[in-house]
C-alpha cells in the first residue's frame, strides 16, 4: 500500500512539473530581440593638469630634498586654492650611465616627481598652474566627466532609453503584423563616452618677472551613450 501512495505521489508531480514546463514554452516565432540607443553631448566639467619636477645630478641625496621640497611649496599653494583638489603623482629615482662605451659606469642621477589636479573651476586651476609652472613643467591636461554630472546625466539617459526601447517595440511589432506586445527580459546598460573634449590649451612657462599668466583653460563635449536592449512576446 505504502509504494503505491508513493507511485502514485511520484506520477502527480511528474504531471504538475510537465504542465508548468508547457507554460513557459513560446513559439520562437513570436520572440522579437530589438535594441534601442541613446545618446547627449556633455560638457565635461573637471580639469586635470598634471605637473612635474625633475632635477638632474651627481648625488642623489641633494636632487630628492630639492624635489621634495619645490613639491611641498606647490601642494601649499594648492591648499589654498578653494575648488582645487591636489594630488602626489608618480614618483621615481632613476641612475644615469654613461651612453659611451659599455653604458655600464653611472654617472649620476634623475628624481622626478608629479602632482595632480583637478577642480570644476577652470579659471582657479588655469590661475595655480600658470603660477605653478614657473617651477614644474606642465607634462599633460585633459577633462574628465565628474561622477555627480554621470549620474545626473546617466538617469537620463535612462529614462529616454526606456522610451525608446518601447518606441521601437511597438513598431517592430506592428510592422510584423502583432497587435501587440510584452517584455520578456531587458537590459539596461551603464553610460559610455565616445569621443574626447578638446585638449587644454598647454603653453610653456609664461610667467614674467612682474606677473604670472593663466593658463587657458576650455573643455569642448563628448558624447554619452546608452543601450536598452531585451526581448519581446509578441501577441496576435
Request: glycine share 10%.
Amino acid at each position: 500500500m505504502n509504494a503505491l501512495r508513493r507511485t502514485l505521489f511520484l506520477s502527480i508531480a511528474l504531471l504538475a512539473v510537465d504542465a508548468r514546463a508547457d507554460d513557459r514554452v513560446v513559439p520562437l516565432a513570436d520572440v522579437l530581440r530589438i535594441e534601442a540607443t541613446v545618446a547627449s553631448e556633455v560638457a565635461p566639467d573637471l580639469a586635470v593638469v598634471t605637473l612635474a619636477i625633475v632635477r638632474e645630478g651627481g648625488d642623489v641625496a641633494p636632487l630628492t630634498r630639492d624635489v621634495n621640497e619645490t613639491l611641498a611649496r606647490a601642494f601649499a599653494d594648492a591648499k589654498g586654492v578653494p575648488g582645487v583638489i591636489a594630488a602626489n603623482g608618480g614618483y621615481s629615482t632613476f641612475p644615469r650611465f654613461d651612453s659611451r662605451g659599455s653604458g655600464s659606469t653611472r654617472t649620476g642621477w634623475q628624481v622626478r616627481a608629479e602632482m595632480i589636479l583637478k577642480s570644476k573651476d577652470f579659471d582657479a586651476l588655469g590661475a595655480l598652474v600658470g603660477k605653478l609652472s614657473q617651477t614644474l613643467q606642465i607634462s599633460g591636461s585633459s577633462f574628465e566627466i565628474s561622477p555627480e554630472l554621470r549620474a545626473q546625466e546617466g538617469s537620463s539617459l535612462i529614462d529616454r532609453g526606456a522610451r525608446a526601447f518601447q518606441d521601437r517595440a511597438l513598431a517592430a511589432t506592428r510592422a510584423f503584423g502583432y497587435a501587440g506586445y510584452s517584455i520578456r527580459e531587458v537590459q539596461v546598460g551603464s553610460p559610455g563616452q565616445s569621443g574626447g573634449g578638446r585638449p587644454m590649451v598647454v603653453m610653456d612657462a609664461v610667467a614674467s618677472s612682474r606677473s604670472v599668466a593663466p593658463l587657458p583653460v576650455e573643455s569642448g563635449r563628448v558624447t554619452l551613450s546608452l543601450t536598452v536592449s531585451g526581448s519581446l512576446l509578441m501577441r496576435r
